[in-house]
């Protein structure tokens, strides 16, 4: 019994050593695959419907042959893959990796496209923290400024207004939080900011009346004059306006533009 136990003791190494030996065959039987081959049957379980093993399929090519036409193709099929199967901060991990990688080839704008739409799909509500409504802004961004003649920069477009009104809305909502506990300072920063960021959004109305109440409540009327005055100018049909000369006829003044103020260059700048 004493001589079969040191038997075994001594074997378990041995069976050990050819475990080893055997995974370390099937790395370099994998390795030895050429990686047209790969991709191929990366593509063939694609188009199986196969998305899992297809994406698989893909992270080995990347990560035996980096920096290779496959490896670059493999890249644009895993993000599209994990795309399609949900997987979005994924997506966004490949698409910003062929990004870097290949900033001017062509399929760099579809790359921006699904991380832009990845980060989209993502938004929370107004309520919540927003800081992947402004990522996905970034990316429709980055698009669009990049490369404005692609096939994916229009949808972008619109979506990146979708983003923005967000972004706005959720400063007006915080901006409405501080006036209504007469911290003005700080609600005239939020309102700024939609002047100032998101001016082509619906919410650029109502950050004009706020401004309004706001410089008004503290008392500085020439600025609570000029937000009013720049309202009727560009809104002149909205309640917005009608219930800024209100407030201001009430205390005996009347909308009136000071030049000089921020608020009207930011208007003008536009």
């Known amino acids: 019994m004493k001589s079969l136990l040191t038997l075994a003791v001594l074997a378990t190494p041995l069976l050990l050593a050819a475990c080893s030996g055997k995974e370390d065959l099937d790395e370099l039987a994998l390795n030895d695959t050429p990686p047209e081959v790969l991709f191929n049957e990366g593509l063939a379980l694609r188009a199986q419907g196969k998305l899992r093993d297809s994406t698989t399929k893909f992270e080995e090519i990347d990560k035996l042959y980096p920096y290779s036409e496959y490896s670059k193709k493999s890249l644009v099929n895993l993000a599209f893959l994990n795309y399609s199967r949900g997987k979005y901060p994924e997506t966004v991990t490949a698409a910003r990796r062929f990004v870097t990688l290949y900033p001017g080839d062509e399929d760099s704008a579809y790359m921006l496209y699904l991380a832009g739409?990845?980060?989209?799909?993502q938004m929370p509500d107004i309520t919540r923290d927003q800081a992947v409504t402004r990522r996905a802004a970034g990316a429709f961004t980055e698009l669009i400024q990049r490369f404005p003649e692609s096939e994916y920069a229009p949808d972008a477009e619109e979506k990146l207004r979708i983003v923005e009104d967000q972004l706005a809305g959720k400063e007006m909502q915080v901006g409405r939080y501080y006036l209504k506990?007469?911290?003005?300072?700080?609600a005239i920063n939020r309102f700024r900011a939609v002047v100032v960021e998101f001016q082509t959004t619906r919410h650029v109305e109502e950050a004009l009346f706020r401004l309004t109440e706001a410089y008004y409540a503290l008392g500085v009327v020439n600025e609570s004059q000029t937000a009013a005055a720049v309202l009727g100018h560009n809104y002149p049909d909205t309640q917005w306006y009608k219930d800024a000369y209100s407030l201001l006829n009430k205390g005996g003044y009347e909308p009136s533009e000071d030049s000089g103020s921020w608020i009207s260059r930011?208007?003008?700048?536009?």
């Open 117 to 121: 739409q990845s980060y989209f799909r």
């Open 181 to 186: 506990r007469r911290n003005y300072v700080a």
């Open 266 to 270: 930011a208007f003008r700048s536009i």
